[in-house]
């Protein structure tokens, strides 16, 4: 399925889990998927099991990367929607960490939404359509928590948004990152899975707003695409 390569903390991307081009996934009926989502669905990339298990391990080097530079506490930035659900996660599991280690890091919390997509194509801008006062990050170290890294063109511009505010210091935590020849070589500070360039949806990734209660992350085909459409 998958090669595991451990990347370098301190200040270098961390790799992730690479889920080769060849990877065929795992067939619908070995899982339990919603039946009305089963003839829109290719298979199942990363089951939710190996998710969980995932995101533990991402908190942990998180917690150890940052407290020896930042002990006065962290500001955790989700980007909604797709992301609340790798945030909540893997903010449950950092503060798992906090209770039972030595040394713990103050943890608040904050919101931006931001658009991109319509179907399966990216626009090619930024649209922030939500979040609150960005301006209260002044002079923090932020941790932005997105679900996946696409083309790298969104995180770009939402690093150069948030350096507006002048904080401390930006890192990103992505679940994935697609390999896609788009991609500008942007890599973030923590990866859950480098995977190919397929669609991918479910974990809260969605396509025009469905999919997001799907638990396992999976490729969507064309007839899911189309059922799910919008209008140009």
């Known amino acids: 399925m998958a090669s595991?390569?451990?990347g370098t903390l301190k200040g270098k991307p961390e790799i992730g889990i690479v889920i080769k081009d060849d990877y065929a996934g795992y067939p619908l009926n070995m899982f339990c998927v919603p039946k009305h989502y089963e003839a829109d669905l290719t298979d199942i990339m990363i089951p939710a099991g190996l998710i969980n298990d995932?995101?533990?391990r991402i908190a942990r080097d998180i917690v150890q990367d940052i407290i020896p530079q930042e002990n006065r506490g962290i500001v955790v930035l989700c980007v909604l929607k797709g992301g609340y659900k790798f945030f909540a996660d893997l903010l449950d599991k950092i503060k798992q960490l906090n209770r039972n280690s030595e040394e713990s890091i103050p943890i608040s919390i904050d919101f931006i939404r931001l658009q991109s997509y319509k179907?399966?194509?990216s626009q090619g801008s930024i649209q922030v359509i939500g979040g609150d006062?960005?301006?209260n990050l002044?002079?923090?170290c932020v941790l932005v928590v997105e679900d996946i890294i696409d083309t790298g063109?969104?995180?770009i511009k939402l690093k150069e948004l948030l350096a507006k505010h002048e904080p401390k210091c930006v890192k990103v935590a992505s679940l994935l990152v697609k390999r896609s020849a788009r991609n500008c070589g942007y890599k973030p500070d923590f990866t859950g899975f480098e995977i190919?360039?397929?669609f991918v949806v479910g974990y809260a990734l969605d396509y025009n707003e469905h999919f997001r209660d799907?638990?396992?992350i999976c490729v969507i085909n064309e007839n899911g695409k189309k059922k799910y459409a919008v209008a140009s």
Do not use: F, Q, V
């Open 54 to 56: 995932r995101i533990e």
């Open 138 to 140: 002044k002079g923090k």
């Open 196 to 198: 190919p360039d397929e």
């Open 4 to 6: 595991s390569k451990n």
């Open 214 to 216: 799907l638990s396992h």
């Open 133 to 135: 006062r960005l301006e």
């Open 153 to 155: 063109g969104t995180m």
């Open 119 to 121: 179907n399966d194509k």
